[in-house]
């Protein structure tokens, strides 16, 4: 699993039938000790109704299609929960609530 910084929207007129009515959003990878960005970015379907600016957990590879979203489509890359809490050595890195007043 990842842990990734929702950035915007991928927009798609012309796709594969089997992924009508899936969001797909473009996320920031995010080092998993600091929540500082990776560099590298990912598209992810989004099976949770993540928005943007959410910190969420990103599951690859065939975990990608085991959600009530994504079972039998062509994922590689799946949102399965929006992140409200990270916890490293006892302190509280991230804070969902704390974020969203301080933003």
């Known amino acids: 699993?990842?842990?990734?910084?929702?950035?915007?929207?991928v927009v798609s007129n012309h796709k594969?039938?089997?992924?009508?009515?899936?969001?797909?959003l473009l996320t920031e990878i995010l080092?998993?000790?600091?929540?500082?960005p990776?560099?590298?970015?990912?598209v992810a379907m989004d099976s949770v109704?993540?928005?943007i600016g959410e910190v969420v957990m990103v599951v690859q590879g065939s975990?990608?299609?085991?959600?009530?979203t994504t079972e039998g489509k062509?994922?590689?890359a799946t949102i399965m929960a929006i992140v409200e809490q990270v916890e490293v050595g006892g302190q509280f890195i991230y804070e969902k609530h704390k974020e969203a007043i301080t933003n």
Do not use: H, Q
Not at 1 to 9: A, S
Not at 31 to 36: A, F
Not at 63 to 68: G, L, V, Y
């Open 1 to 9: 699993m990842l842990l990734c910084r929702v950035l915007g929207t």
């Open 16 to 24: 594969e039938p089997a992924t009508e009515n899936i969001k797909f």
């Open 31 to 36: 080092d998993g000790e600091n929540l500082k």
């Open 38 to 42: 990776t560099g590298n970015t990912l």
């Open 49 to 51: 109704g993540a928005g």
């Open 63 to 68: 975990s990608a299609r085991m959600t009530e």
């Open 74 to 76: 062509p994922a590689d």
